[in-house]
């Protein structure tokens, strides 16, 4: 049986179901989104009793398949107001599929002012008073939990942001090392587990039965297919690919030369400092220091395109420094200090808040005059506010949108509540596109329409593109596959399918690779019924005006796909 | 010819045009709300280029009529992001409408940084560079300017606040003592008028033809007969009236009576400390101390509702002390101190930021546990926050859903982000219609649909109730008229059509009352129109999901009035 956890927060109970009587087939993305569409009402307020948070692997999370170790946590974002699902690595996903627990529901609200952790046993789960815990950053937490337990659990938890409340708060798991370094960070689903008086989650793996797999040769099969494509493609080959060495930060290059890369602020395209933060200066520093690349930062992963970030003594500071990071807190508030970007973002994971969000919500607050553009310090002192939970650090911590309203800043580049990532729309529209139209708001992995050359400009077709790319992580995020992999594994070369056919093996199944699109374009139509229920329409599905009025070097272009265009695609 | 100035920000020009080729017929709301929707783009961002400040005496403003002096203020508004209308009194209107201006309207934005003022004269106007002026409040900036051009001038000015753009910041207009004390203090007009670094217009009325009368006697009967029903009434009698001895604070004891009197951010309906801030208590010190109630806030007002408060000493603190401050700061936020109300009022209007808006954020703030409710010092010490414009400050300043968000707090008394009035819409229905449909956000002058009795309560016919309402006022906002002046000359007693009379008299229009409630109804129906192409939809005409769950005491009732019932309503 695959089982359906539910943790009454009010009551302190926590029962098991049967996931396949009320969610015949469901997983990762399309289980989350599937319970906070059936049983959230979308005019709650996301902090409040109605909300819930699921936690569930995907499909293939538990599987020896590579990469399958994602985790979808889904909830209404107090962020966005809208239907939420952060996906995030680490071990958990892995654990969680090994013990046939397919979701966590996190229900209702304990009594003001208390705060719990969960221990989730093969066995059963416990809900435990946790005001030890109280007020502690995510490191700290995880080492006393695991001197507690064992260095064998995953941890789910946040820190002292999630406890505020903060719309910008993140739910950290536990990598491979047991560092609580890899968060499903936007959102805000972290403020919903803090309403909640949740602060970690233990997933003690002990015992787990596993993934029982229906038919273990036509799983085989499909493994190996999908693992040959990685190995052999120069991107994700294990160790020599160019993902081990540089990470995610790989693609700033490209993204710079193409004049997307988002800077102070998303005024320009290209950053002077880029050299001093790009895929190689990371590589070099690392490599020189004695860090680690070729890193992993999830289970099952052979890409390995985490990494260990350290200082010039050779003493851990971070892990991972990625792109959307890099850009976030780095080009886009004009800093290039390598070490700073690291320690901020060792702050954020501590603190339990997006990297993302917060390096927008900087900027924004750079542009109202709050500190200058590229003063690391000053960002650092400003992200150690969001610590404190000083005034500041509330505004900051609330995210870009609140950061703009505060400061009274026009420019304010979010979609829905939520900061664009790291590709300027104006440059790369087929991610304008996405950010307008994703159902999470401004959101780069829900659907990835991009393909580095010039092409990205024009903006014929980007609607479609678009679309067909968002329908597809309805199914990637369902199964619990890295988005990194369809890099490489696409629709055209049988990588995605190589994928369908490993949940056939492994459920039993005989759905064809349309019946599997459908699938991800059914997640998105539940996703966009809950929003439109909460009130959004097609006109939320629009970039900031000054994105089609204010022209961004050196292309000086502005996003001009059309919104009618956009509306239309988007219909059928 | 009746006038529409326009001022050019980035140009520095003023140009004159006939404003009835372009919006023929139009003044006060329908002026305002007509070129804001012709004009202004619906997504743009509030405080861009694009938006515009429309300025507009009501159409018998500058007549003989009494009560006629209250001046429109539009734009798109920062804090709710729907089109706004914001109601003020003082002089303005009158000197504008014997001017023959039907309407200023501000356009554009000036270098970053530059601040201006702008002299409008009966033969032309001019915008002059207003360094000096930077940071002043209301009560400074006022006195420096009446030095400058004389005693006989209006002066209608931003604050700190508006300097700021703060969401929540007013345009303040002197009272006919000079005193910057009448706000258009909704939706936070303000913000804009920041934007366009316009700190204060200087209407000066030498010189002013007058309104022009097309039919004398026809005028003067009409305007007799709504005189004579004022002198008649108990409430509105001039010098022995209600209004007269308590001002607008008249209103409290029958809303705590009610059980309506929002107390504690919207947890009680009513106040045990009611005795020492309603009307007996505050006509009781002003009277005491020597200070003036019977006073006129507004030119041509026969009703003075209007009051001086004054310290123990005797010396000015503010003007006027009135019922939605009173229950903003005060019982909503535990405050029984009219003294400490009293100089928080002084405190608001100085830095110009509405004290319904900062009173409802700061009961949100202390459930958010920043201060403890009652702690007079306390509200004031966050006033001050505002005023220096601090991180706090800014977090106030930008109004109640704001610092809901920032402090995690899930009971926040917002309507399309503008926080609701003194009545609470779980006990007065109808006033909860017009708080979810208005096209202002929370709102209780655009449609005060309330009789003071336990008929309020009774959810049936509300929808309808307040769907007319606001459809009058559509009307009375538009000819200037006191929204107090609705309280005795209503529509089935010939007072209303007195007013209808009046504007055929002075236009040498042939409307009918028909046509009169058929302009009011157009008015909404083009603000809708602009809200709708903003994003707008039925599904933002929601009160928060805390007033149909939370019961309030003491009657122990929700708001109950059918979604279904007020969408089939207001699409009639």
């Known amino acids: 049986m695959r089982k359906l956890l539910r943790v009454d927060m009010a009551k302190g109970t926590c029962i098991t179901e049967d996931v396949d009587k009320q969610y015949p087939n469901a997983g990762g993305r399309s289980l989350t989104s599937a319970i906070i569409a059936a049983e959230v009402n979308p005019h709650s ?10 936690i569930a692997p995907g499909l293939l999370s538990g599987t020896s398949c590579v990469n399958s170790g994602r985790l979808s946590i889904g909830a209404k974002s107090p962020l966005t107001g809208t239907i939420k699902e952060s996906n995030v690595g680490g071990t958990a996903a892995l654990y969680l599929g090994k013990m046939q627990i397919a979701g966590i529901v996190i229900e209702n609200l304990p009594a003001q002012g208390s705060l719990f952790s969960l221990l989730v046993k093969t066995d059963g789960a416990e809900l435990m008073p946790a005001d030890d815990l109280k007020g502690l950053g995510n490191y700290d ?3 006393k939990l695991k001197e507690k337990y064992s260095d064998r659990v995953s941890i789910i938890s946040i820190g002292p942001s999630g406890e505020n409340r903060l719309s910008s708060a993140t739910v950290a798991v536990t990598d491979p090392d047991g560092r609580p370094c890899r968060h499903a960070g936007r959102g805000g689903i972290g403020a919903v587990m803090g309403s909640k008086g949740l602060k970690a989650i233990i997933v003690d793996p002990a015992d787990a039965p596993g993934v029982t797999i229906h038919d273990r040769a036509a799983f085989k099969n499909a493994s190996k297919f999908l693992k040959n494509m990685l190995v052999e493609s120069e991107y994700t080959a294990p160790k020599t690919g160019e993902y081990a060495k540089y990470g995610m930060n790989l693609i700033m290059d490209p993204v710079n030369d193409l004049g997307a890369l988002p ?4 005024r320009q395209g290209q950053f002077e400092g880029v050299s001093k933060i790009n ?5 070099n520093t690392i490599k020189e220091r004695g860090g680690k690349y070729n890193h992993s930062g999830c289970s099952t992963c052979i890409i390995q395109c985490s990494n260990v970030y ?3 003594e050779g003493k851990y500071v971070t892990s991972s420094l990625e792109y959307e990071t890099l850009f976030a807190l780095g080009s886009n508030c004009g800093i290039d200090d390598l070490d700073a970007l690291a320690q901020m973002d060792r702050l954020c994971d501590d603190y339990g808040i997006d990297t993302m969000e917060t390096g927008c919500a900087i900027a924004v607050a750079m542009e109202g005059g709050v500190k200058s553009f590229g003063d690391a310090n000053g960002a650092i002192e400003l992200i150690k506010e969001i610590g404190k939970c000083s005034p500041m650090g509330r505004i900051l911590g609330s995210g870009t949108e609140v950061t703009g309203k505060a400061y009274g800043v026009v420019r304010v580049p979010v979609v829905k509540g939520q900061s664009m990532a790291g590709y300027d729309p104006r440059v790369i529209k087929g991610l304008g596109v996405t950010y307008a139209t994703s159902t999470m708001g401004a ?3 829900a659907g990835f329409a991009a393909v580095f050359s010039e092409t990205d400009r024009d903006p014929k077709g980007k609607a479609r593109m678009s ?6 992580m309805g199914f990637i995020d369902t199964i619990g596959i890295c988005f990194a992999v369809t890099d490489v594994a696409k629709q055209d070369n049988g990588g995605v ?3 369908a056919n490993m949940v056939n093996a492994t459920y039993g199944w005989k759905k064809t690779m349309k019946d599997y699109i459908e699938l991800g374009k059914n997640v998105l139509a539940m996703e966009k019924e809950f929003n439109e229920k909460a009130g959004f329409t097609a006109k939320d599905n629009r970039l900031p005006e000054f994105m089609r009025t204010e022209k961004v070097s050196p292309n000086n272009t502005v996003f001009d796909v059309s919104y009618d265009e956009i509306d239309e695609v988007f219909e059928q």
């Open 263 to 266: 800077s102070y602020n998303y």
């Open 45 to 54: 307020h996301a902090l409040g009793a109605s909300n819930k948070i699921v």
């Open 310 to 312: 350290v200082d010039m």
């Open 467 to 472: 679309r067909d790319s968002q329908n597809l």
């Open 279 to 283: 895929g190689k200066a990371l590589y």
């Open 141 to 143: 937490l995880v080492e």
């Open 497 to 499: 399918e190589s994928m």
């Open 443 to 445: 959101d780069h992995t």
